[in-house]
């Protein structure tokens, strides 16, 4: 079963009104069944459109852009004040003063915040870049209160955290997966993954890091532009575009070496045309191109017989990781077609041609007409590909916002299928994807995640997907038959319930002991299932795992920070 598309399939704001204009007449102009060479057509014969300028490096920009951040940094709006530091760190020429200031006005921010492991790092980079020597005792003087504070245990990694990595025993041939699950083919949702023995509530059986990720354009300055990672913000500019932030080095390095030596002198022509994260679909042919070696011919000639022949990630060895052969998988992925989204699909596909043809490296291999077609007809696929097995988190930059998209391509949990009653809640978080059981899971039983709301988010607003969803909530005639399906809990289940309330708003327990005080509870008192006070203590358990993957991820950063710092 596929993943359901984003709803968002015309352009977002950042769009040009141009393009937006464009785009709307492709949709509206051109049957959705119609050759893609069509919708190509249509673009070239706007080229201007697509063919802009792409925006450089200014120190006078980076100025502008630094006052800005430091005027929300004084109305104490830390997280916009981050964006605006980063996006004149982007913008700064290369060995001017402006980066170095704004990785010392960033540590300021995370000294307020109590964050003291980033702030250190935030004064190393800044050092490392040029500080000034005249304004230099300023941040000594807040780099030996870090360390002061730090030596003190006033760091937040203190607090304990759940752990939230894969907790039972893997499956040898694939690390990030926990043994005894395998995949099945189902005849109503084709490949699906099946439970080989039981599991409990609480396990975590899939910590799978994503192939590729996309970081839609609002979230361009706040997370990393290869693996997603928010890192509270702390991230480093790549040297050559203003669009592209990283994590650490070795995302900049990772993601320059597979993907961005592509896009880089394309930054901005890309910005123009990605309608969310519609750039997935170049990404992953990109991508594919340099696990061929950039050899064309070869990637034509495997990819022309390959697709939509089947793709079955557990035929791979990941403990000899081949990016090549997980790629062919992917490749082979056979899709459904969405009627409803198809035209924008090849709008999305017609405006990625237009501009990767831009790109000389590119169109130095494009020499037939079979090149082409070939380029412009993947770029099609691998948008499909990326519509229906991305993974899709949501992210607010403020209260007014209205939520951008941060998403993951994965190879074996893309595998997973739709329940409106799940048994897994699968996060998409810091690039990776984590599957963590909702309830017991017998041997035999098929894994599944909601990919939208589940049938206890009753006040979430309904989904359409691009299948009809005939899980068990699904093919009953109302809430009121579902839940006749269930028991009434017992006295004691009840009681347990009041108890693990006053648990769970009671300070003297950790993050630990709430967390495993409702996997425990759910565990005990599944039988009742489908059950009103049980479905609401499932939501909020879905929130919690939410909020303890997040402390993780938070607590793995510092851990890092402090490791470059002390190193």
């Given at each position: 079963m596929d993943k359901p598309p984003s709803p968002k399939t015309t352009a977002g704001g950042h769009v040009p009104p141009d393009v937006d204009i464009l785009l709307s007449r492709m949709l509206s102009e051109i049957a959705s069944d119609a050759d893609i060479e069509a919708y190509r057509d249509m673009v070239l014969a706007n080229g201007e459109v697509v063919d802009v300028s792409e925006v450089t490096k200014s120190d006078t920009k980076a100025e502008q852009l630094r006052k800005a951040g430091n005027r929300l940094y004084h109305a104490r709006k830390y997280k916009a004040a981050l964006g605006k530091y980063n996006e004149a760190m982007c913008c700064a020429e290369s060995g001017s003063e402006h980066l170095a200031i704004c990785y010392a006005n960033r540590s300021a921010i995370y000294y307020e915040q109590e964050e003291y492991e980033l702030a250190l790092l935030n004064m190393a980079l800044a050092k490392e870049h040029n500080y000034p020597a005249k304004i230099l005792d300023k941040l000594d003087v807040r780099e030996q209160s870090c360390r002061k504070k730090l030596e003190q245990g006033q760091s937040k990694n203190i607090a304990l955290c759940p752990r939230m990595g894969i907790n039972v025993e893997v499956n040898p041939r694939v690390p990030f997966l926990a043994k005894g699950i395998a995949m099945r083919q189902y005849p109503w949702c084709n490949r699906g993954l099946e439970a080989e023995r039981d599991?409990?509530?609480?396990?975590?059986?899939?910590?799978?890091?994503?192939?590729?990720?996309i970081v839609d354009v609002p979230l361009k300055y706040y997370n990393c532009s290869h693996c997603s990672a928010e890192n509270q913000h702390s991230l480093i500019p790549c040297p050559d575009c203003v669009f592209a932030m990283y994590c650490s080095e070795e995302c900049l390095e990772r993601d320059k070496r597979l993907v961005h030596r592509f896009e880089c002198g394309l930054a901005t022509k890309l910005r123009n045309v990605s309608m969310y994260t519609s750039n997935m679909g170049p990404k992953l042919f990109l991508y594919g191109l340099t696990l061929f070696n950039d050899d064309l011919d070869q990637m034509m000639e495997y990819c022309e017989q390959s697709v939509n022949a089947g793709g079955d990630p557990f035929t791979l060895d990941y403990r000899e990781y081949d990016p090549l052969a997980e790629?062919?998988?992917?490749?082979?992925?056979?899709?459904?077609?969405?009627?409803?989204?198809?035209?924008s699909l090849k709008a999305c596909a017609a405006l990625s041609y237009a501009v990767l043809i831009k790109n000389l490296a590119i169109n130095s291999t494009l020499t037939?007409?079979?090149?082409?077609?070939?380029l412009l007809n993947s770029l099609l696929h691998y948008t499909r590909v990326a519509c229906f097995l991305m993974w899709n988190s949501h992210v607010n930059?403020?209260?007014?916002s209205t939520g951008h998209v941060l998403s993951g391509l994965t190879s074996v949990g893309s595998l997973i299928n739709h329940s409106c009653d799940p048994n897994v809640a699968a996060i998409y978080m810091g690039g990776r994807l984590k599957f963590i059981l909702l309830r017991p899971i017998r041997a035999g039983e098929q894994i599944l995640t909601a990919y939208g709301p589940t049938w206890y988010d009753r006040n979430h607003p309904p989904v359409t997907y691009s299948f009809v969803c005939a899980c068990p909530f699904c093919v009953q005639p109302s809430m009121q038959h579902w839940l006749a399906t269930g028991r009434e809990l017992s006295l004691g289940a009840e009681r347990n319930a009041d108890m693990l309330l006053a648990i769970l708003q009671d300070e003297a327990f950790n993050d630990v002991d709430k967390l495993h005080a409702i996997q425990q509870y759910i565990q005990r008192h599944i039988r009742f299932h489908p059950e009103d006070t049980l479905s609401r203590i499932m939501t909020t358990y879905r929130l919690y795992l939410l909020e303890m993957v997040k402390k993780d991820i938070e607590r793995m950063g510092r851990e890092t920070a402090v490791a470059r710092v002390f190193e």
């Open positions: 599991f409990r509530t609480g396990d975590v059986i899939l910590d799978e890091k994503a192939v590729l990720s790629f062919k998988e992917l490749h082979k992925t056979v899709l459904n077609t969405n009627t409803e989204i198809e035209g037939t007409k079979s090149h082409h077609r070939f930059l403020s209260t007014t």
